[in-house]
């Protein structure tokens, strides 16, 4: 025991030499490489670079208004000059956009505040034109690129902690969605923001807005499956939200709700020639939406309800007042309640700028005092529940921002916080077969890209005397 103390001193004694006459590491004499330093250094020079790169590159926007035109489109996007020149020229002989509709789009993408490239959307079109300056002054290529070359799929699966917001950050942005992979400057964190709100909106507000009230009943445990479409942009590589195809939430305490797609033609209403849309279903076929909203104004205070004799606050002598006016600040967005035509989009006197949209089953919809309009639309365009149609205001005979909004059923007026309203139609006999047909490809294509088999909801027993609960 003695001699083993006795080593064990001596031991220390020259580790504690060694330390105390060693001579310090120089770059003359070499020594023991810090890969813990040089990996510092390293992410360090990492970030700096990303920073720089980032900051490299400008996106603007514009969209066609009523009476625009391809020029007024390069100017807002600040081509001008030869470039002007040569992209109207591009446009219209080579590339055959020879005229521009409401709805379509052009976007001029700057690296160091120099064209490198504008791409032009054509609202009903499966892809978008293309002209490549590379900073140049003149143009070196042109063509289209076709909607399967930058729409990609992508399958995401969240467990909620605290929010579906937070699931969404933490878990659904993708790696790419900028072009340095990561979240540097300002205008990344504005894109990463706008990925996560586009992704919550078309979950909580417009899939799931009718099933799931996504502030009592989220709780932790909860999993959220989802199949999502974005833009990838071949070129600059941006990465930006498009859209929800397939959806399930699947509660902890028990239950599921699940939004399947189907792809059909808009009802009877839509304009002959309207393209496909994207609606979904339950199970079984059952939309599910209803078919109205409950209020155009989401978080909008009810100033004054539907009633039959009511003091008007600007004229100071009683009258009906067929609507409901919900108060909001100005500029609040406005929803269309229901799927419809819009039938009357003018200044109407006493309810201001008003915007009337026709509705099947014989109801109308009228929505006053609308301090603006929203873009891309005009009388005859078809819009889709949920869609902006117009902006919180307080024109006509008003004494503060809100919308009158109103609802008449075959001609006459009814009160739009009492009427029974009807479910959106069901899938029926020909589009049924279609949707049970697509349903099992699409859920074992979802599990091959989610990497695990996605959980399915049980059949629900149509046998009201079965109480079991396997």
Not at 44 to 64: E, G, K, M, Q, Y
Not at 154 to 167: G, I, K
Not at 183 to 212: C, H, M, P, W
Request: net charge negative.
């Amino acid at each position: 025991m003695r001699s083993r103390l006795l080593l064990i001193s001596i031991f220390l004694l020259a580790m504690g030499a060694t330390f105390l006459f060693r001579k310090p590491h120089s770059s003359e004499t070499g020594g023991v490489w810090s890969i813990t330093d040089h990996l510092y250094k390293l992410e360090c020079l990492t970030d700096s670079l990303n920073l720089i790169l980032a900051d490299t590159i400008d996106v603007r926007t514009a969209c066609v208004e009523p009476g625009g035109t391809l020029g007024a489109l390069l100017y807002s996007t600040g081509i001008e000059g030869n470039r002007y020149l040569s992209c109207c020229d591009i446009f219209i002989d080579s590339l055959g956009w020879t005229s521009v509709h409401l709805g379509d789009t052009l976007e001029a993408l700057y690296e160091r505040d120099v064209l490198a490239e504008v791409r032009a959307r054509p609202r009903n079109g499966r892809g978008y034109y293309c002209i490549e300056f590379e900073g140049t002054a003149e143009p070196v290529d042109w063509y289209w690129v076709p909607e399967e070359q930058y729409r990609r799929l992508r399958a995401v699966t969240l467990v909620v902690n605290s929010s579906v917001w937070e699931s969404i950050a933490n878990g659904a942005v993708p790696e790419d969605l900028t072009p340095s992979g990561q979240i540097v400057t300002r205008r990344d964190s504005v894109r990463q923001v706008a990925y996560i709100k586009g992704f919550e909106n078309e979950l909580a507000n417009r899939l799931f807005i009718y099933d799931i009230d996504f502030y009592y009943d989220v709780q932790p445990g909860d999993s959220v499956w989802v199949l999502l479409e974005e833009n990838r942009y071949p070129g600059s590589s941006e990465t930006t939200f498009r859209r929800i195809i397939a959806a399930k939430y699947d509660f902890a305490l028990g239950g599921m709700t699940e939004a399947i797609p189907f792809f059909h033609q808009p009802d009877s209403l839509a304009p002959d020639g309207s393209a496909i849309i994207l609606d979904h279903y339950h199970r079984d076929g059952a939309s599910l939406r209803t078919m109205f909203l409950k209020m155009p104004v989401p978080f909008g205070r009810v100033s004054s309800p539907y009633s039959d004799s009511r003091m008007h606050p600007v004229l100071g002598y009683t009258r009906a007042h067929r609507g409901i006016d919900y108060a909001a600040p100005m500029g609040t967005e406005i929803y269309v309640v229901g799927d419809g035509v819009i039938t009357v989009r003018a200044f109407t006197g006493g309810y201001g700028n008003m915007v009337r949209v026709r509705h099947a089953n014989g109801y109308e919809t009228g929505y006053g005092h609308m301090n603006g309009y929203a873009a891309h639309q005009e009388i005859g365009s078809y819009v889709r529940q949920g869609d902006v149609i117009g902006y919180v205001g307080s024109t006509g005979l008003s004494t503060g921002p809100h919308v009158h909004f109103e609802m008449k059923k075959n001609g006459s007026y009814v009160n739009p916080a009492s009427e029974i309203l009807p479910p959106a139609n069901p899938l029926l006999a020909n589009d049924l077969d279609y949707f049970m047909l697509q349903l099992p490809v699409l859920e074992s294509t979802w599990s091959l890209m989610a990497g695990m088999d996605i959980p399915v909801s049980p059949p629900q027993s149509t046998d009201p005397n079965d109480t079991s609960t396997e």
